[in-house]
């Protein structure tokens, strides 16, 4: 059984500490402290995959921040959804058999990202 315990707002329901609510920056007008240099970070890494982009490592019709968003979202799977990882592949997520593979088949993802090769 749920029970309402007054709590109205969004950050309320999914239990923010009233200190961080007291002390949170309006985003509309300013960034909280730290993320001007968590953007900058973030700004670089998507900068360094549009570099390799002009080096020719990734296909020209790609957008480098969907790429970078997409290889976290596969970085992070077997950590964040071990369940899937186990219902999909059948193996366990922290097994050497199914990390070895999906290493594997990770650098062939990659490789076609890259576009076709030209013929030597």
Same mark, same amino acid.
């Given at each position: 059984m749920s029970r309402r315990s007054g709590r109205d707002s969004p950050a309320e329901l999914c239990g923010e500490? @009233? *200190?961080y609510r007291r002390n949170r920056v309006d985003?509309?007008?300013?960034?909280p402290e730290g993320e001007q240099e968590a953007q900058a970070y973030f700004t670089a890494m998507v900068d360094d995959v549009r570099r390799r982009q002009e080096a020719g490592e990734l296909a020209a019709g790609l957008d480098p921040a969907y790429v970078l968003l997409m290889?976290? $979202? @596969?970085t992070l799977a +077997?950590?964040? /959804?071990p369940k899937v990882v186990r219902r999909v592949t059948r193996l366990? @997520? %922290?097994?050497q058999e199914?990390? %070895?593979?999906? *290493? %594997?088949? /990770?650098?062939?993802?990659? $490789?076609?990202? @890259?576009? +076709?090769? +030209?013929? $030597?």
């Open positions: 500490p @009233a *200190a985003r509309a007008q300013h960034r290889l976290f $979202a @596969a +077997p950590t964040v /959804l366990p @997520a %922290d097994s199914f990390l %070895d593979t999906y *290493a %594997d088949q /990770l650098g062939k993802i990659m $490789a076609h990202l @890259a576009g +076709p090769t +030209p013929a $030597a």
